[in-house]
């Protein structure tokens, strides 16, 4: 109530205001926030131009539009906007051409790979499969006997998680699944013009399977 009656006696002090020469106290009153709200008239927000990029506000160089009051206590100080008139869009515009220029695009062609790079990375493989020992545990049943063997599938799931390579389960040469603990060599079905290190008769993939 009490912002009511002194909105009212607002109004009562412009209506009493009748002469033309007294500006500076009708000015006063004319832009008292309680008769803009009872008026219903908002304040106007101000089109400004970005410096810097402001989170949840814009990017430098955008035109936003804010609050008077946060631009003059806030932006302008700092230096993080300026008024939106021609020439300072015309020195933002050339600081940013100056500053920030525009980069090329780099267009990147994929080079396709020849035939000497596959066997290079086939090659690659093949050492990694044959040097290293993929360690397996599982648990037993009596006499070293797997409860469950170790099947083709299995084989190659480990190779991929463990040596990082991948390979198909017709590379494996396994008859039947392994089904006790102990080393073996599984041999491994490589293309023949992958070169066999010295001394090796077959590429072949050292198996070892662990108590659990």
């Not at 400004?48 to 008077?68: M, N, R, S, Y």
């Not at 300072?88 to 062609?109: G, M, T």
Request: charged content about 25%; hydrophobic content about 40%; some cysteine.
């Amino acid at each position: 109530m009490a912002y009511i009656q002194y909105g009212r006696s607002v109004l009562r002090h412009v209506k009493t205001i009748k002469d033309p020469t007294h500006f500076q106290s009708t000015e006063s009153v004319l832009h008292h926030p309680l008769l803009y709200a009872g008026q219903g008239v908002r304040y106007r927000k101000l089109e400004v131009i970005l410096t810097t990029t402001i989170d949840k506000l814009g990017k430098a160089g955008e035109t936003v539009k804010v609050a008077p009051g946060y631009f003059r206590n806030h932006l302008m100080p700092k230096l993080l906007a300026v008024p939106n008139i021609d020439k300072y869009a015309y020195l933002i515009s050339e600081q940013r051409k100056i500053y920030q220029p525009k980069e090329v695009e780099k267009v990147v062609k994929a080079v396709p790979k020849t035939e000497a790079d596959t066997m290079k990375e086939y090659q690659t493989a093949a050492n990694r499969l044959g040097k290293a020992k993929l360690v397996l545990k599982r648990f037993i049943k009596v006499d070293n006997e797997l409860r469950l063997p170790v099947t083709k599938d299995e084989l190659v799931a480990e190779v991929a998680r463990q040596l990082c390579v991948s390979i198909e389960p017709v590379h494996l040469h396994l008859p039947s699944p392994l089904s006790s603990l102990g080393e073996f060599e599984v041999p491994l079905r490589l293309p023949m013009s992958i070169p066999l290190p010295e001394g090796k008769l077959q590429w072949a993939l050292n198996v070892k399977i662990r108590r659990k």
